[in-house]
């Protein structure tokens, strides 16, 4: 009777730690394939590591931007559906949309790709001009809001209450990651990035993420 007990406790152990787990990973992969486009953001924090100036000041501002963005996508949306929980499909559905369509703009990226290029900013650029600047990139940008907080928060609210915060949470490490990474080691990085073919490959992969994700989102409306 013990060993029977024992045994399905670590059943119900492992599978809780794998409902914890693929969140985790799809929120971290999600956060990645949103982040690493180019874009104006990762073209700043590009050009202030490659130039070795405020670096850290740039990759803190952007990533706790995020965080917060993505929690509050999370907690926004968690909300809403304790109210409204029809709002799930209207979210799976309107989630699934924005990933096709996000990843047909990933495929025609890959068929034109383009470098990025470290230019445009002065060497002497003031840390009170990075901070307006890395700010502004971030808050004011109208796609952060339908990327971070409604897609993100889409995605977050279908992985059920469980799971919505092990995705936040690997979505927030995406963004640190990419970040840092980009920040701290855009020194190494330069010759990377400004061949074309480079994103080439990361976009066409973005595009099929995007695609099987939105999938993933569709199924249950079919189960």
């Known amino acids: ?23 985790f990973i799809s929120g971290l992969a999600t956060g990645l394939s949103l982040i690493v486009a180019i874009g104006a953001q990762n073209a700043f924090i590009l050009r202030q590591g490659i130039r070795r100036e405020h670096v850290g000041t740039a990759v803190l501002i952007c990533l706790v931007s995020d965080a ?5 996508g999370i907690v926004g949306l968690g909300a809403l559906l304790t109210v409204a929980p029809w709002f799930l499909f209207v979210a799976r559905i309107g989630g699934a949309g924005f990933l096709i369509a996000y990843a047909l703009f990933a495929a025609r990226r890959a068929l034109r790709p383009r470098g990025l290029e470290a230019t445009g900013i002065s060497a002497t650029t003031p840390r009170r001009t990075v901070v307006l600047t890395a700010v502004a990139l971030t808050w004011l940008n ?6 971070t907080v409604i897609l ?11 799971g919505r915060w092990p995705f936040g ?4 490490l995406a963004s640190t990651l990419w970040f840092t990474g980009l920040g701290f080691g855009a020194r190494y990085l330069r010759g990377f990035f400004a061949n074309p073919l480079s994103w080439r490959v990361l976009d ?11 999938i993933s989102l569709l199924l249950p409306l079919f189960g």
């Open 1 to 23: 009777m013990l060993s029977i007990f024992s045994s399905t406790q670590l059943r119900s152990e492992a599978y809780c730690r794998l409902v914890t787990f693929l969140p």
């Open 68 to 72: 917060v963005l993505i929690f509050a």
């Open 142 to 147: 109208p796609h952060v809001y339908l990327d």
């Open 152 to 162: 993100l928060g889409s995605i977050a609210a279908a992985q059920g209450e469980a």
């Open 169 to 172: 949470i690997g979505a927030v």
């Open 204 to 214: 066409a992969v973005i595009a099929v993420f995007m695609l099987v994700l939105a």
